[in-house]
């Protein structure tokens, strides 16, 4: 029998990308979804969809979760729903560009607020009643994890507190039977550049979310804390490994330079 059969699912992004693709993998196998995001019209026209084509239970939650108090509405709304999570995705995220101080600081904040803080928080809520049902966690890190990200610092950091955060929980709570996983995709094609607004934020091909989910769900059933999409992404991420930290942060920086001067640190005046 599939694990996934009769499971109650959250899945945090759910509306489009790498969520959405979790959502069309998990519909076919029977498991009760809980897609959660800001727009109610995205989430209601993907979940009509797999109501109709898989018969799916799918239920949709639109809020902000990384407004003041997001996360205890969604917890709320599981409860009024009858939903008892037996796995959790955290999937929300989304990343800034450009050099730091160039940047606002506002959509900083909001950055570590829905790639850090909501995952903690949503992680600690429902944390004890996964591990009851001996179900699943499955937190979307990214490649960005393995080393600094210079013009993208605060997304790289975020999602290194995301791999760290997922492997301790891994090691434990693997005893008590939970499955726990960080999913590190690369450059997947999917809306998220179109937020992030700069071609630079994107190396190498793009992969398909549906490729990047499957993986995600098949690591999951496996006992393994962590899994990277894609070969050449598999080496990239091993590569800060045979290189000083500095080495990392300055081959990085030359990748993610923006091409335009706009993004760049503003040049040091003379004393
Ligand atoms: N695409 C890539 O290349 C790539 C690579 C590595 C890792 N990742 C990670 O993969 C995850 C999914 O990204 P994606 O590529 O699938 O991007 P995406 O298509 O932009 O999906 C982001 C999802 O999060 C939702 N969301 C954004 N802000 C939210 C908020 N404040 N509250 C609730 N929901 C919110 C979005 O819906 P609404 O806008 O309607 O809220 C959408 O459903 C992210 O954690 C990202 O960091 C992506």
Not at 2 to 7: A, L, M, R
Not at 31 to 53: G, M, W
Not at 117 to 122: D, P, T
Not at 215 to 234: C, I, K, M, Q, T
């Given at each position: 029998?599939?694990?996934?059969?009769?499971?109650?699912?959250?899945?945090?992004?759910?509306?489009?990308?790498?969520?959405?693709?979790?959502?069309?993998?998990?519909?076919?196998?029977?498991?009760?979804?809980?897609?959660?995001?800001?727009?109610?019209?995205?989430?209601?026209?993907?979940?009509?969809?797999?109501?109709?084509?898989?018969?799916?239970?799918?239920?949709?939650?639109?809020?902000?979760?990384?407004?003041?108090?997001?996360?205890?509405?969604?917890?709320?709304?599981?409860?009024?729903?009858?939903?008892?999570?037996?796995?959790?995705?955290?999937?929300?995220?989304?990343?800034?560009?450009?050099?730091?101080?160039?940047?606002?600081?506002?959509?900083?904040?909001?950055?570590?607020?829905?790639?850090?803080?909501?995952?903690?928080?949503?992680?600690?809520?429902?944390?004890?009643?996964?591990?009851?049902?001996?179900?699943?966690?499955?937190?979307?890190a990214s490649t960005a994890a393995f080393q600094?990200?210079?013009?993208?610092?605060?997304?790289g950091?975020?999602k290194a507190?995301?791999l760290?955060?997922?492997?301790?929980?891994?090691?434990?709570?693997?005893?008590?039977?939970?499955?726990?996983?960080?999913?590190c995709?690369?450059?997947?094609?999917?809306?998220?550049?179109?937020?992030?607004?700069?071609?630079?934020?994107?190396?190498?091909?793009?992969?398909?979310?549906?490729?990047?989910?499957?993986?995600?769900?098949?690591?999951?059933?496996?006992?393994?804390?962590?899994?990277v999409?894609?070969?050449?992404?598999?080496?990239g991420t091993l590569a800060p490994r045979?290189?000083?930290?500095?080495?990392a942060?300055?081959?990085?920086?030359?990748?993610?330079?923006?091409?335009?001067?706009?993004?760049?640190?503003?040049?040091?005046?003379?004393?």
């Amino acid at each position: 029998m599939d694990w996934f059969d009769g499971k109650t699912v959250i899945i945090t992004g759910g509306s489009t990308g790498i969520g959405a693709a979790f959502a069309e993998a998990l519909a076919p196998r029977g498991a009760r979804l809980v897609l959660v995001a800001r727009s109610k019209e995205r989430l209601e026209t993907l979940a009509r969809d797999l109501r109709s084509t898989h018969r799916a239970q799918v239920d949709t939650v639109a809020l902000d979760l990384a407004a003041p108090g997001g996360v205890a509405q969604l917890v709320s709304a599981l409860e009024a729903a009858g939903a008892t999570p037996d796995v959790l995705v955290n999937n929300a995220g989304f990343a800034t560009y450009g050099a730091f101080a160039t940047q606002g600081l506002e959509p900083q904040l909001d950055e570590v607020a829905l790639n850090v803080s909501v995952v903690v928080e949503l992680t600690h809520r429902l944390l004890p009643g996964l591990v009851a049902r001996r179900g699943g966690l499955l937190n979307v890190a990214s490649t960005a994890a393995f080393q600094p990200v210079p013009f993208m610092a605060v997304y790289g950091a975020t999602k290194a507190f995301v791999l760290s955060f997922t492997e301790a929980l891994w090691a434990e709570y693997r005893s008590q039977g939970l499955r726990v996983l960080a999913l590190c995709p690369g450059a997947t094609e999917t809306p998220f550049f179109d937020r992030v607004g700069a071609a630079e934020a994107s190396v190498g091909a793009k992969a398909s979310p549906h490729e990047v989910a499957a993986l995600g769900l098949r690591a999951l059933l496996e006992d393994r804390p962590s899994v990277v999409h894609g070969f050449g992404n598999r080496l990239g991420t091993l590569a800060p490994r045979f290189v000083t930290r500095a080495q990392a942060a300055r081959i990085t920086e030359s990748l993610m330079r923006p091409r335009t001067t706009a993004a760049l640190p503003a040049p040091r005046s003379a004393p």
